[in-house]
Nanobody
Framework: QVQLVESGGCLVQPGGSLRLSCAAS????????MAWYRQAPGKQRELVAT????????NYSDSVKGRFTISRDNVKNIVYLQMNSLKPEDTAIYYC?????????WGQGTQVTVSS
């Protein structure tokens, strides 16, 4: 089992920045990828960014490319999502996901609201 706890979500003005954290614990050795997803009201959950456990390979959705950065601290077992130049359309609940060969784990989510 893997436990994921997200934090860092809050209300921020358009153009602002925010850093989300996802602390992982448990059977982390079974995980191949970590990812951030988001779900806006009335919309499907969408993939935002992924990172391999080595941290060498990252990928982003077109909607956040150039604005968001995913990274990881392998000592602390934390995955970060640095979000810059935030837009109102970035408003959503952000979820951390850990994907292994046979299992997928989710955190409880953290709310990000971009509004003036």
């Amino acid at each position: 089992q893997v436990q994921l706890v997200e934090s860092g979500g809050c209300l921020v003005q358009p153009g602002g920045s925010l850093r989300l954290s996802c602390a992982a614990s448990g059977s982390i050795f079974s995980i191949d990828f970590m990812a951030w997803y988001r779900q806006a009201p009335g919309k499907q959950r969408e993939l935002v960014a992924t990172i391999t456990m080595s941290g060498r390979t990252v990928n982003y959705s077109d909607s956040v490319k150039g604005r968001f950065t995913i990274s990881r601290d392998n000592v602390k077992n934390i995955v970060y999502l640095q979000m810059n130049s935030l837009k109102p359309e970035d408003t959503a609940i952000y979820y951390c996901n850990a994907l292994g060969s046979i299992s997928s784990y989710w955190g409880q989510g953290t709310q990000v609201t971009v509004s003036s």
